[in-house]
């Protein structure tokens, strides 16, 4: 093989990638609008609906090994925390709150994730500059959240709705780490999918049932269906296809970039403010992040949602 082929191959994963960024950061506008039209609850019943069949079609077109009787229960639990639990709290959160305030929350997930690491039965070792790395995502964030210039009751809810949604997400991401070891994360994915998207359905029902769906205009329609088909199901498919060909460490440093993408999208289509402030807290946020991300190229990666998304990314 040529070298010339091989750059082409990196040179169109990379471009790849940066598409996923910026279907995930754009997908926080796209729900903060959509929602507007249609109820949080009943919203996100939809797109996990839209979502579980593209997985599961994903799974069985890849002849993906289901997972055996006895890991169910370890299965149901990730689907009812990281999915469920996860778009409950991510959807009712960006209901009541910012675009950028929800993007630089839910970007700090490794943040949380390495926090769980460092109290869980099999402890990991943190470096110096990881801790560092946590506090400064911590100012960063008391700086996002705490603005004065949008701060109301509703939008503090909101953030703690948010804030939840990480940890939810990084118990699944601890949690779902021993079934890697025997399943593929497209098989893991689609399986906890399934069950979260059924249980969530258990709240979203009154909502999908109260629902007047000639109201809903065609643009909200689109958002739903573009954010469960494209946020939820392709950009997955995309970003392990990254993690294949460019390695875990590299692909996770894209995701950097979605709060940054979030909120440039949210400024511009949504008007929303970003204030000097902000702009400060979420530059100690992405500092945050890239001290925490310097892990090894042989990292264990977890799937990803959603976008909802390996350790690095988050579904939303």
């Not at 950028?100 to 990991?124: D, K, W, Y």
Request: charged fraction near 10%.
């Amino acid at each position: 093989m040529t070298v010339l082929p091989e750059r082409s191959r990196v040179g169109a994963t990379d471009g790849l990638l940066l598409l996923v960024v910026t279907l995930w950061g754009s997908n926080f506008s796209v729900v903060k609008v959509a929602i507007e039209e249609i109820p949080p609850l009943a919203f996100n019943g939809l797109r996990l609906v839209l979502a579980s069949m593209v997985l599961v079609g994903a799974a069985r077109l890849a002849d993906a090994t289901m997972p055996r009787r006895s890991d169910w229960l370890r299965l149901v639990a990730l689907g009812l925390v990281g999915h469920c639990g996860y778009q409950f709290t991510f959807v009712l959160g960006l209901a009541r709150t910012s675009v950028t305030n929800s993007s630089l929350i839910l970007g700090c997930l490794p943040v949380t994730v390495l926090l769980l690491n460092a109290v869980s039965r099999r402890r990991e070792a943190v470096a110096r500059r990881q801790w560092l790395g946590v506090a400064l995502a911590f100012v960063g964030l008391y700086l996002v959240v705490g603005d004065g210039t949008a701060l109301t009751l509703e939008t503090i809810r909101g953030d703690l709705l948010v804030i939840g949604s990480v940890w939810c997400w990084g118990w699944y991401t601890i949690g779902s780490r021993p079934l890697l070891s025997r399943y593929t994360p497209l098989a893991l994915t689609a399986c906890t999918t399934v069950v979260g998207t059924v249980s969530f359905l258990l709240f979203a029902m009154r909502s999908l049932l109260a629902l007047e769906w000639r109201a809903v205009s065609g643009w909200a329609w689109v958002g739903t269906a573009a954010s469960g088909l494209l946020a939820l199901s392709l950009s997955y498919v995309l970003w392990y296809r990254g993690v294949q060909q460019l390695g875990s460490a590299r692909t996770a440093l894209y995701s950097n970039l979605v709060p940054v993408v979030a909120m440039v999208v949210a400024a511009v289509g949504l008007r929303e403010p970003i204030g000097v402030i902000k702009l400060l807290g979420a530059g100690l946020v992405l500092s945050a992040l890239a001290l925490t991300r310097m892990v090894t190229e042989g990292a264990v990666s977890v799937p990803l949602a959603p976008a909802s998304v390996p350790v690095r990314a988050a579904r939303l």
